[in-house]
């Protein structure tokens, strides 16, 4: 087990070994010692990433690195995890689509459940303050998690994906909090696409609380619009950050992807920094 300084946070690679053989992940902790049980933050990378890629050590300034501030400024364990690999051979997650024949058959709910009780044993992290984050395919493995482990986790993120209307998934039995981030321009998981969440929609009001970030650069044709269903922060809501004429991406005011990233997966708004975005609703929650 090795450690480096990542920014303010640092970097420890640790692994568990699952019946598929050994697994890996990164863990950052703040930089100073911090009394008391830290909440958890696990970051799901999407489909042919990585958790390098997701720690910002990747050819890519992933939005996600922005966690590693976070994770110093407010005390956090944050866990970026490598996925398996599927026929294809590049790092995915076992999600809930039954038409994604290239996904590996891993049981990553495991893994995530085995990350959770390593973190708990070894760096004192608190089992009721343990949040999950996912992007694309790591945003349908949150989809998964939440539906076969949710009294195990107090609220979840995704981002930039829908949960699948072809899916293997059970019917969930227990609301959970949850923030969705989806653009409107996202052309690898289109926005107009299958329901996205309306099951975790269970005793909150049909109506939202509606608001417009404010904008900060004119020339930037993105914005964002967050919808709130449930107005109390401690106890079950929903969130969705729609991302209008956004792609396939993060926003971020830290972490620009290149011009060359956003041909591919679309334009990155500039308003928010999603990370802190996530961890204001994550912030106040907990598991039963």
Known sequence: ??????????????????????????????ATPVAGKLPLVILLHGHAASAVLTFGKGKID??????LAVADREGLLVIAPDGAKGSDDKQGWNDCRADAPTNPKTDDV?????????????????????????ASNGGGMVYRAAIEMGPRLAAVAVSSMLMPSRNLCKAPKRALPVLVAHGTEDKIAPYAGGEVGHFLLAQLPSTPTITKLPHRDASDKTALVRYVWGSDPKGTQVEFLKMEN????????????SWLVQAVLGKQNGDVEFADETWAFFKDKRAP
């Open 1 to 30: 087990m090795t450690a480096l300084q990542a920014g303010a946070a640092t970097i420890v690679d640790e692994t568990v070994q699952r019946p598929e053989g050994v697994r890996h992940y990164l863990l950052a902790q703040p």
């Open 62 to 67: 992933d939005p996600a690195a922005a966690w």
């Open 110 to 134: 495991g893994f995530i459940a085995a990350m959770i009780d390593q973190a708990v044993a070894r760096h004192n992290a608190d089992p009721s303050r343990v949040y999950l984050s996912g």
């Open 246 to 257: 956004a792609g396939h991406v993060q926003p971020s005011i830290a972490h620009n992807l």
